[in-house]
């Protein structure tokens, strides 16, 4: 059996943000409309015969078959066959892709630009169909609609399927391991660092450790390597879900994504309240309708002698859209004290899809608290506004 260490620790502190992508989630550049819409009234008011056409060859892609935790992408080639400068703007995406900056916000008559839509499968197996949109002042197709399918198989070869933390005290610090398998080949190697995206690193405070390659048995000639999750203190009570990225040697992985999943509980938590699964640690708002907007009620219950004592703050929300109140602290009984909570989706908020699925992660509320041991509590919100 042939061993060979490596050790990659990957530290999380603070959010991170930035990049030469533009990551778009279910919704439309405002000022990306007007500049087209005052574009389109322009040609019209002109008279001239002058216009811009966009055509794209193959506005659909079937990425076939790919494993859940994989990336795959495909440029898409825009043309302008019109007589006029063609202007494209990004738009929207139904999923949690990243779409390519666009190369030339105005392509000249006759020539072209490539749009690239990266997506990675981090939903359960099954067909999917995910759509970008693309902006035009076009005066025909003001807008195009980029496809992507496929099928995204149950990830194999990575032993257990996640990093699993289950009820994780406050305080606690536990380590979670998964063996990640090649067959047949004799040298499975990871590039560079483990790392965890900038919204994971909101999310979870983890050290991920690689080492001991070794063969996993001689007559299947399968190697493996250990990789390890160390969830340390400092993680917000509630649910969590994040992702550990590997680049690996395998050609079909290269990127390959992995589950960190778990709770952490305490003496303060979230009960008594309609629509919340205890199960998943999650409240479900359900569709509501942007003219009508819709609202939920929870109560954090907190545990202990200090209880009374205890504040909260809201320190975030993912959408920003929503209304967080906190309501006046009711005595339960001198170790347990209830402090109601209204969520608000308020009328006239744009349509998005928060429900926890490829159209979009649920939402999620952070508050801050004086608990001597318990800074951060996280509460997940699915929901969804239709127009």
């Not at 970008?132 to 197709?141: C, F, H, M, Q, Y």
């Amino acid at each position: 059996m042939r061993i060979l260490s490596a050790i990659v620790v990957a530290a999380l502190i603070g959010v991170l943000t930035g990049g030469a992508i533009a990551y778009v989630e279910d919704r439309s550049d405002p000022d990306a409309l007007n500049k087209l819409s005052n574009d389109l009234a322009a040609n019209a008011n002109t008279g001239s015969k002058e216009v811009s056409h966009i055509v794209v060859d193959e506005p659909s892609y079937n990425f076939g078959s790919m494993q859940r935790g994989t990336t795959k992408s495909h440029e898409f080639v825009i043309r302008n066959t019109g007589n006029a400068p063609l202007k494209i703007r990004n738009g929207g995406t139904t999923c949690k892709c990243t779409l390519s900056k666009v190369a030339e916000e105005s392509i000249a008559p006759n020539g072209s630009t490539k749009v690239k839509l990266e997506w990675t499968a981090k939903i359960d197996a099954g067909p999917f169909t995910q759509e970008a949109t693309i902006l035009t002042n076009d005066p025909i197709e003001s807008q195009i609609k980029l496809t992507v399918n496929g099928q995204v198989l149950a990830l194999s070869g990575v032993e257990p399927a996640d990093f699993l933390f289950d009820k994780l005290s406050v305080g606690e610090t536990r380590t979670a391991q998964v063996y990640v398998m090649a067959m047949l080949q004799d040298e499975l190697t990871v590039k560079g660092p483990a790392d965890f995206g900038p919204h994971d690193s909101r999310q979870v405070r983890c050290e991920a450790r690689i080492s001991r390659q070794e063969r996993a048995a001689e007559q299947t000639g399968q190697t493996r390597l250990s990789v390890s999750i160390t969830a340390k203190d400092g993680l917000p009570v509630g649910r969590f879900h994040a992702w550990l990225t590997l680049h690996t040697n395998l050609t079909d992985a290269e990127k390959l994504e992995i589950p960190i999943v778990g709770q952490v509980v305490g003496d303060i938590s979230v009960g008594g309240i309609t629509g919340w699964n205890e199960e998943q640690g999650v409240l479900n708002i359900g569709s509501v309708k942007s003219s009508e907007g819709g609202h939920a009620t929870a109560n954090l219950m907190v545990r202990g002698a200090d209880a009374s004592e205890v504040k909260f703050q809201v320190k975030s929300k993912e959408p920003e859209e929503l209304k967080v109140t906190l309501g006046e602290p009711q005595k339960v009984k001198d170790t347990l004290v209830r402090v109601p909570i209204n969520i608000e989706i308020p009328p006239g908020t744009r349509p998005m899809v928060h429900l926890d699925t490829a159209q979009g992660e649920a939402g999620r509320i952070v508050f801050s608290t004086t608990h001597s041991k318990i800074k951060e509590l996280s509460l997940s919100v699915r929901f969804a506004v239709e127009r």
